[in-house]
């Protein structure tokens, strides 16, 4: 009698992974899932930093098939906000008619971000370039497709 033992491949830091994600916020507000029709699911080498480290480890250990909800703390998605990325610029440096809440291009040493609109005074405005999950706890829902 031989018994067929298979190995189980998990997930190491060094994998290429294919994974259906769902993330939302402690209040359940889902801000981005793979399972949105017409969506593929995420591909991706571990360990190049094109993740947050949190998701990352997440998948670390991980089996196909594997489904499980992790939770991450703002330091291993996208930081806690940084009050020295809320600026407050002249209004004749925005566009005309903006509001509060309204997302912006600005320019960086590093190239183009996003501010948001905290707030219009009379002369200037409020301007928030922190990530918009910044000071955020993450929860994802992970099911693990193929590793390759």
Not at 124 to 141: S, T, Y
């Amino acid at each position: 009698l031989i018994k067929k033992i298979y190995f189980m491949e998990k997930v190491t830091n060094e994998s290429t992974v294919t994974v259906h994600y769902t993330g939302r916020l402690e209040d359940g507000t889902v801000f981005d899932s793979s399972l949105v029709e017409g969506r593929d699911p995420l591909t991706t080498t571990l360990g190049q930093g094109s993740l947050i480290s949190g998701f990352e480890n997440g998948l670390v250990d991980m089996v196909i098939g594997e489904k499980k909800t992790i939770e991450i703390n703002p330091e291993n998605a996208y930081g806690q906000i940084n009050p020295q990325m809320v600026n407050e610029v002249s209004k004749t440096q925005v566009p005309e008619g903006i509001s509060v809440g309204d997302t912006l291009q600005a320019m960086s040493p590093s190239g183009p971000i996003n501010v948001k609109v905290l707030d219009v005074k009379e002369d200037v405005v409020i301007l928030d370039a922190n990530h918009p999950l910044a000071g955020q706890k993450l929860i994802f829902d992970l099911e693990l497709i193929s590793i390759s």
